[in-house]
């Protein structure tokens, strides 16, 4: 008995297992076939296996060689490679500082650069806080002379801000005392 959804059975009709319908014939009705050439170009046929992609441009072939990647399990190293576990010569390892290198990086004076910012002078302040931020950056990434000399610069412009400070203060100062001494002369009162 078909069911009104079946396309294979007449819809609507009553069969009896085994007997055939009104128009059909004793086989049982086939499948729909697929098409003889693809629906999309590329695309294989339906219930044929597809084919592998071709290679990429660069991409090595299974099997070959593989330069730059770690050697595969069972396999020697590659030519130049260090042994698995060894660092290759005249590299560090990872967080590691090369033999002889300074363990602390030297002082940033960014508070001495902030403070002479403020109540010193202001551009050459400004200067000291670049020389002051980059100390630690450059430590970090293993400049240690970099690191070294920005930090003596850093400190050279923080100085340079506080001396040309007293410097202006001491000129007012002067200005001021010449100004009165001369003012307090001329008045008769």
Sequence with gaps: MSTPNDPYGTAGTPEEPGTPGPGSTPEQPSA???????????????GTPAAPPPPQYGSPQYGAPQYGAAPQY???????????GQQPYGQQPYGQQPYGAPTAPPNNYLVWAILTTVLCCLPLGVVSIIFSTQVNSKWSMGDY???????????QFAMWSAIAAVVVAVLYILFVVILGATGALNSNY
């Design 32 to 46: 729909p076939q697929p098409p003889a050439t693809p629906p999309y170009p590329g695309q294989p046929t339906y």
């Design 74 to 84: 069972g396999a020697a190293p590659q030519y130049g490679a260090a042994p698995y």
């Design 145 to 155: 002379e970099g690191a070294i000399k920005s930090s003596k610069r850093a400190r």
